[in-house]
């Protein structure tokens, strides 16, 4: 694959992780009790940690320039959905009184929405751009070797700069501080737990991806300026 091509695969697995980001943000608040136990989670649990997992597949086969560039189109589009949810939740009333509850419920949950996605923004494009450096540094200096620990220990630092940005941000004033640092806490270790059981299966697919695209990217001569978005 040349510089500026991008393949149908490549093509499919950005889409992937830009709507995992987009659909995660009206997740967020809903919030489980897991399981019985004094812990909850946000909803975004269930889809967040795939963005992660298609970041690392992007690093892995395409490199970092190619990731650069999809964390920049996720970030633009995720700016978009917000802006237009606020602004459908800015429109009139319905003229139906019977409609009135539906509009209502709309309005409480999409005016989270561009609290939750300018948070996410910024967390998600720390995060990711955290994830996709270590990612691209470890294998340059393993020669491509353990893709599962390259995979972990960088979507952990990654998951982390994300969790400890958003989480206080979206629910600063809302919950008490120690439930907020305790919520941010429990995503790290759910999104951990959940990139170690999808590991086998991240692994299959990357290697099955470069094959098929017949490329593995090692970033040896890159610029890791995040804002140089025309270099991919």
Same mark, same amino acid.
Request: with cysteine.
């Given at each position: 694959?040349?510089?500026?091509?991008?393949?149908?695969?490549?093509?499919?697995?950005?889409?992937?992780?830009?709507?995992?980001?987009?659909?995660?943000?009206?997740?967020?608040?809903?919030?489980?009790?897991?399981?019985?136990?004094?812990?909850?989670?946000?909803?975004?649990?269930?889809?967040?940690?795939?963005?992660?997992?298609?970041?690392?597949?992007?690093?892995?086969?395409?490199?970092?320039?190619?990731?650069?560039?999809?964390?920049?189109?996720?970030?633009?589009?995720?700016?978009?959905?917000?802006?237009?949810?606020?602004?459908?939740?800015?429109l009139p009333a319905p003229l139906q009184?019977?409609?009135?509850?539906?509009?209502?419920?709309?309005?409480?949950?999409?005016?989270?929405?561009?609290?939750?996605?300018?948070?996410?923004?910024?967390?998600?494009?720390?995060?990711?751009?955290?994830?996709?450096?270590?990612?691209?540094?470890?294998?340059?200096?393993?020669?491509g070797k353990g893709f599962g620990w390259?995979?972990? &220990? $960088?979507? @952990?630092?990654?998951?982390?700069?994300?969790?400890?940005?958003?989480? =206080?941000?979206?629910? /600063?004033? +809302?919950?008490?501080?120690?439930?907020?640092?305790?919520?941010? &806490? $429990?995503? @790290?270790?759910?999104?951990?737990?959940?990139?170690?059981?999808?590991? =086998?299966?991240?692994? /299959?697919? +990357?290697?099955?991806?470069?094959?098929?695209?017949?490329?593995?990217?090692?970033?040896?001569?890159?610029?890791?300026?995040?804002?140089?978005?025309?270099?991919?």
């Amino acid at each position: 694959m040349s510089k500026n091509h991008f393949s149908t695969r490549f093509v499919l697995i950005a889409t992937t992780l830009i709507v995992c980001l987009i659909t995660s943000n009206f997740f967020v608040p809903r919030l489980w009790q897991v399981a019985g136990l004094p812990l909850q989670l946000s909803g975004a649990v269930l889809l967040f940690p795939v963005t992660y997992i298609f970041n690392d597949c992007v690093t892995e086969v395409y490199g970092y320039r190619k990731a650069r560039f999809v964390l920049w189109m996720a970030f633009l589009l995720s700016a978009f959905v917000a802006m237009m949810a606020q602004l459908v939740s800015w429109l009139p009333a319905p003229l139906q009184e019977e409609s009135l509850p539906v509009a209502e419920a709309f309005n409480s949950l999409f005016s989270m929405v561009p609290r939750t996605t300018i948070a996410s923004l910024f967390a998600f494009f720390v995060g990711s751009t955290v994830n996709a450096w270590i990612m691209s540094r470890m294998k340059v200096a393993s020669e491509g070797k353990g893709f599962g620990w390259r995979a972990i &220990i $960088s979507s @952990v630092a990654g998951e982390a700069a994300d969790s400890l940005i958003f989480f =206080p941000a979206v629910f /600063w004033g +809302v919950m008490p501080l120690a439930a907020v640092l305790q919520l941010a &806490i $429990s995503q @790290v270790i759910a999104k951990l737990l959940y990139e170690v059981v999808a590991l =086998p299966l991240t692994s /299959w697919f +990357v290697n099955s991806v470069k094959r098929a695209e017949g490329i593995d990217t090692y970033d040896r001569k890159v610029s890791y300026n995040p804002f140089r978005i025309k270099d991919f």
